[in-house]
């Protein structure tokens, strides 16, 4: 819950970058993971509702660029793809 609080904290993100949080979030409960959590493309849009590539590509870069996640691909078909949650610190101007 510590990660989802400061997500909502922040201006800059929208309901697509939470929505994406939350579906990465969800995985990693699921997963018994708190910070490095398997991943997939597929995954995370069935669960964040998001459906089109290229709204999940702007907005998966978009964190990634912010500080919020990182994100480990695999090019292995049987390895999952690797997200880090970074727990972002948000500026006092906020």
């Not at 089109?52 to 907005?59: N, R």
């Not at 990634?64 to 101007?93: N, T």
């Amino acid at each position: 819950m510590d990660y989802l609080s400061s997500y909502v904290e922040d201006p800059q993100l929208n309901v697509y970058h939470l929505s994406i949080l939350a579906a990465i979030l969800g995985l990693g409960y699921r997963q018994g993971q708190r910070r490095r959590i398997q991943v997939s493309r597929s995954k995370i849009m069935e669960l964040s509702h998001v459906n089109t590539l290229p709204t999940y590509h702007k907005y998966f870069k978009q964190l990634q660029d912010l500080g919020y996640i990182k994100y480990s691909p695999s090019y292995h078909p049987g390895y999952k793809s690797e997200v880090k949650l970074c727990k972002k610190r948000l500026s006092q101007d906020i």
